[in-house]
């Protein structure tokens, strides 16, 4: 059997980028009214990835071909191996954005509580 820690170690990682409607600091609340415990990221929107973390961070800074969409004022760069999930060997970080209307793009941003508990 081979080695998988090895084995990831030589894998390249993409950094995704995840776009949310919502902060996902309050909780999705039932109809009936009772709290879920989830946080509530509204509408969500995978737009691409890139290969690099610097690219990544230009399209989030540059909102590179208008990916708010006016509707996206936060995300996330979410870096991951190739594999079931992208999170072989438990590798996925990420990097919290918030929309900047004065810059005209998404810079990075104190991640809620409440989204720390996702594993995205």
């Known amino acids: 059997m081979k080695d998988l820690n090895s084995y ?3 894998l390249q990682p993409i950094y995704s980028i995840m776009l949310m409607e919502k902060s996902g600091a309050e909780t999705i609340k039932y109809d009936s ?3 879920s415990g989830m946080p509530d990221t509204g509408t969500t929107d995978y737009p691409g990835f890139y290969y690099s973390l610097e690219d990544a961070l230009h399209a989030m800074h540059e909102n590179i071909c208008d990916i708010r969409e006016c509707v996206y004022d ?3 760069v979410l870096r991951h191996l190739p594999g079931m ?3 072989l060997a438990g590798s996925s970080d990420r990097i919290y954005f918030k929309w ?5 793009g998404y810079y990075e941003a104190d991640e809620p509580e409440l989204m720390k508990m996702l594993e995205l």
């Open 33 to 35: 009214g009772k709290d």
């Open 74 to 76: 936060y995300g996330y």
């Open 8 to 10: 990831a170690s030589k």
């Open 85 to 87: 999930y992208g999170n």
């Open 100 to 104: 900047d209307e004065a810059r005209k």
